[in-house]
Antibody, heavy 121, light 108 residues
Framework: EVQLVESGGDLVQPGRSLRLSCSVSGFTFDDYPLTWVRQAPGKGLEWVSFIRSNTYGGKTEYAASVKGRFIISRDDSKNIAYLQMNSLKPEDTAIYYC????????????WGRGTLVTVSS | SYVLTQPPSVSVAPGKTARITCGGDNVGSKRLHWYQQRPGQAPVLVIYFDTDRPSGIPERFSGSNSGNTASLTITGVEAGDEADYYCQVWDLTNDFPVFGGGTKLVVL
């Protein structure tokens, strides 16, 4: 059974850092791209970042709203993906979901349950 | 970047057919996907590549995509279908996924 489990969400002050983890099981992790999507309270889905498999060079991309502050990475030996979030802002407050991408430029076929990040003083 | 436009809400009586639209410039030339998000839950893929259903998704859910409008159609709507629905494509120019703003399906 494919599973993705996010962790690391917390209440943090503006300007601080936080690292989210996405632990996966039930599939060959290094074959798939991994995406982070967030959802602010009462709002829609917003793509944050993705990382392709190392077979495709491990390419990363970021939404303009987080570029330069967030860093996505993956450890295929541990079946974990990370989202390092720096210089956090109140507008980063959201539930953060990790999701498996079916292929390099397509859809998200499995999602985790999400982890809540609250940025507030 | 590419923009997908959805109506904020659609209302339908139980047993009737709901149609949720997703508009975009020549969206019919793109491969479009739909997600269902029930209250308090993570999104779930319900349609991929315009018309395909993942295993476990009822046949009541179907999709189409042509011209400037894609649609998700739910026949025989049930109370459990009440959820937010999001369309998504891949912006090949900028190389990232784009979501529509979401449509709340209200079952009367």
């Amino acid at each position: 059974e494919v599973q993705l489990v996010e962790s690391g969400g917390d209440l943090v002050q503006p300007g601080r850092s936080l690292r989210l983890s996405c632990s996966v099981s039930g599939f060959t992790f290094d074959d798939y791209p991994l995406t982070w999507v967030r959802q602010a309270p009462g709002k829609g889905l917003e793509w944050v970042s993705f990382i392709r498999s190392n077979t495709y060079g491990g390419k990363t991309e970021y939404a303009a709203s987080v570029k330069g502050r967030f860093i996505i990475s993956r450890d295929d030996s541990k079946n974990i993906a990370y989202l390092q979030m720096n210089s956090l802002k109140p507008e980063d407050t959201a539930i953060y979901y990790c999701a498996r991408q079916y292929s390099s430029s397509s859809f998200l076929d499995y999602w985790g349950r999400g982890t809540l990040v609250t940025v507030s003083s | 970047s590419y923009v997908l436009t959805q109506p904020p809400s659609v209302s339908v009586a139980p047993g009737k057919t709901a149609r949720i639209t997703c508009g975009g410039d020549n969206v019919g030339s793109k491969r479009l996907h739909w997600y269902q998000q029930r209250p308090g839950q993570a999104p779930v893929l319900v349609i991929y590549f315009d018309t395909d259903r993942p295993s476990g998704i009822p046949e009541r859910f179907s999709g189409s995509n042509s011209g400037n409008t894609a649609s998700l159609t739910i026949t025989g709507v049930e109370a459990g279908d009440e959820a937010d629905y999001y369309c998504q494509v891949w912006d090949l120019t900028n190389d990232f996924p784009v979501f529509g703003g979401g449509t709340k399906l209200v079952v009367l």
